[in-house]
Nanobody
Framework: QVLLVESGGGLVQAGDSLRLSCASG???????MGWFRQAPGEEREFIAG????????RFKDALKGRFIISREDCKDTVCLQMNSLKTDDTSVYYC????????????????WGKGAQVTVSS
């Protein structure tokens, strides 16, 4: 099992931006990666996915344009840039590793990070 560690969470004001990173002690260049989030009492929801090479991405439609997933500027990491944050974005954000790009129903997550808390205040 690959250890995934999220970082970059915290408390921000509505309208601010935040950048999350997911790091691993092992190289992840051959794996598809993605981000999910889960608020208390809610189901874990897909946010964004990226393929092994970083050439293809998928997003939850409601977040497309505000959230950007990338790996080109990250060494053994996957990043999630979150812009124009809203209070509804408050959640625990999870990094995930998968055999192929996430965002499709048949793709199963192989490894999860422990989660990073993001709190957006008004």
């Amino acid at each position: 099992q690959v250890l995934l560690v999220e970082s970059g969470g915290g408390l921000v004001q509505a309208g601010d931006s935040l950048r999350l990173s997911c790091a691993s002690g092992r190289h992840l260049c051959s794996a598809a990666m993605g981000w999910f989030r889960q608020a208390p009492g809610e189901e874990r929801e897909f946010i964004a996915g990226i393929n092994w090479s970083g050439t293809r991405t998928r997003f939850k439609d409601a977040l497309k344009g505000r959230f950007i997933i990338s790996r080109e500027d990250c060494k053994d990491t996957v990043c999630l840039q979150m812009n124009s944050l809203k209070t509804d974005d408050t959640s625990v954000y999870y990094c995930a590793k998968a055999p192929e790009i996430l965002g499709m129903a048949h793709v199963t997550v192989e490894d999860w990070g422990k989660g990073a808390q993001v709190t957006v205040s008004s």
